[in-house]
């Protein structure tokens, strides 16, 4: 059975950085996209930064230029997070996308707090 699991989630202050990571098990195939994804208290969940098959990376606006999404391997990608805002307090969602349906993580707490 395949599985998705989030790391490194935490408080930190304003302007401070954290690096979520993703680990799989099990095998998967047809895969289109590997990311992140978030959800804040009352809203809906949000894409947060994606790496394509071909290896592309896509970020939301909100995180452009403040988050990098990386990938070590097949199996385990990551989210460096920095300049973080209060605004990025959500659960953030490790994903991957296949071509007959999405696996979810189940998710690590982000915390931007003073």
């Known amino acids: 059975q395949v599985q998705l699991v989030e790391s490194g989630g935490g408080l930190v202050q304003p302007g401070g950085s954290l690096r979520l990571s993703c680990v799989r098990s099990?095998?998967?195939?047809?895969?289109?996209?590997m990311g992140w994804y978030r959800q804040a208290p009352g809203k809906e969940r949000e894409l947060v930064a994606t790496?394509?098959?071909?290896?592309?990376a896509i970020y939301a606006d909100l995180v452009k230029g403040r988050f990098t999404i990386s990938r070590d391997n097949a199996n385990t990608w990551n989210l460096e997070m920095s300049s973080l805002k209060p605004e990025d307090t959500a659960v953030y969602y490790c994903?991957?996308?296949?071509?007959?349906?999405?696996?979810w993580g189940r998710g690590t707490q982000v915390t931007v707090s003073s």
């Open positions: 099990g095998t998967i195939v047809n895969v289109n996209a």
């Open positions: 790496i394509t098959s071909r290896g592309r």
């Open positions: 994903y991957v996308e296949r071509s007959i349906g999405t696996l």
